[in-house]
């Protein structure tokens, strides 16, 4: 079935633990983004990429690092994980060369640092 | 900026009822607008979307229309059913290849 795949589902993580939130599409979607999503602040982007070899900051970008050494995969790496990092985190994928350049998301990976 | 607002939940309301979630956003240029639902412990998925003024999205008895010189995309809905229970966002893509800049979202529950 055609979509992105997230991993873990669910992790819990002590402060200061490095953690990759892994992402594969099989789309060949171009673009890739990483959100996430925290009560009364809806979904905030962390990083993007619109194209492999490239990535690009968004609105949250402290604290989290991301590759794109392909066209299928975008990792998330949280180098050194705090509490304030607790949320639930949606790797997405578009194709941004079609005309409305439609989202399709993951189904979420909740991240808990204690 | 881009940014879009939409009104806060949650929204309550009964079986077979109107629903209207408002969205009003700031962009400069034309932007494409979108309203995306998340039904309980999944992702975001699209409902509609609306790429120039006037132009009406429409799925699963959901509207919105672009209206431009009320900057705002509404949604709506006739006849609201318990399936319909989910956190909605509304969101605007400026021309070019930026990101995706969502509202906070409106969580509807519809109870029978």
């Known amino acids: 079935i055609a979509g992105i795949t997230q991993a873990p589902t669910s992790q819990i993580l002590a402060a200061g633990r490095r953690m990759t939130l892994r992402c594969t599409q099989d789309m060949r979607h171009n673009a890739m983004y990483w959100y996430r999503q925290d009560l009364g602040l809806g979904l905030r982007l962390i990083h993007y990429s619109n194209t492999a070899g490239t990535t690009g900051k968004g609105e949250v970008p402290d604290g989290y690092s991301v590759s794109r050494a392909n066209t299928d995969d975008f990792p998330l790496t949280l180098a050194s994980a705090v509490p304030s990092q607790t949320s639930v985190y949606f790797c997405?994928?578009?194709?941004?060369?079609?005309?409305?350049?439609?989202?399709?998301f993951g189904a979420g990976s909740r991240l808990t640092v204690l | 900026g881009n940014s879009v607002t939409q009104m806060e939940g949650p929204v309550t309301l009964s079986e077979e009822a109107f629903l209207t979630i408002n969205c009003t956003y700031t962009?400069?240029?034309?932007?494409?607008l979108f309203w995306y639902v998340q039904y309980p412990g999944e992702g975001l998925q699209l409902l509609l979307k609306?790429?120039?003024?006037?132009d009406k999205g429409s799925n699963k008895g959901f509207e919105a229309t672009y209206r431009k010189e009320t900057t705002s995309f509404h949604l709506e809905k006739g006849s609201v059913q318990v399936s319909d229970s989910a956190v909605y966002f509304c969101a605007l893509r400026n021309s070019g290849n930026t990101p995706l800049v969502f509202g906070k979202g409106t969580r509807l529950s519809v109870i029978a």
């Open positions: 609306a790429t120039k003024a006037d």
């Open positions: 962009a400069t240029g034309y932007p494409s």
């Open positions: 997405a994928s578009s194709d941004s060369h079609s005309g409305a350049n439609v989202l399709t």
